[in-house]
């Protein structure tokens, strides 16, 4: 039982119209400017953890040139199949920027959960540094939301690779 059909009709799937890739690519676009303008907001405002807004701030800026250099057409193979160097130069510095995002994800992780909950009131009586509740909750939130996209990703792929794992075995011409 071989799922070579199943594997043939993945690889042949029709591509999304130009207006659905530029409204998904313009919502991509979206989280990384708010990121920025919040970042930028609040850069003074949270001396319990300065590096938060900094966070916030190059997440931005680099999920913004990732989402540009998808829309750039060096991104594309070229339909012929060959590489030139220019698709090799940009898939590299993908490969790169996506390295750096993982890893400045991590170091954000553990500015952002190893204070919470912050202080959020700014009074000078208080020995306890605060950071902005506005800053704060921001970085919080869209870090845990993209927690949970990603356990919603991966329970819905498990539960596509079982529908495909059981369509291919029912395809009778996937035997020849």
Known sequence: MSNTGLVRRIRNRPEPSAPVLA??????????IAQII???KY???CPRKHYIPIYLIVMGVFGLVLAVLACLPCARTPEDGTS????R???TWNSLTSLFLFCWFILGNVWIYSI???????N???AEPYCDKTLYLFAF??????????CLFLVGGCCVLFCFFLCGRADADDDV
């Not at 030139?84 to 698709?87: D, F, G, I, T």
């Open 23 to 32: 409204c998904s690519k313009l919502v991509c676009c979206i989280l990384p």
């Open 124 to 126: 000078a009586t208080s």
């Open 116 to 122: 919470y909950e912050p202080n959020y009131i700014k």
């Open 84 to 87: 030139n160097l220019l698709s």
């Open 38 to 40: 919040i970042g930028a």
């Open 43 to 45: 850069l003074d405002d």
């Open 89 to 91: 130069v940009c898939t």
């Open 141 to 150: 939130w869209t870090t845990t939301v993209f927690y949970i996209l990603l």
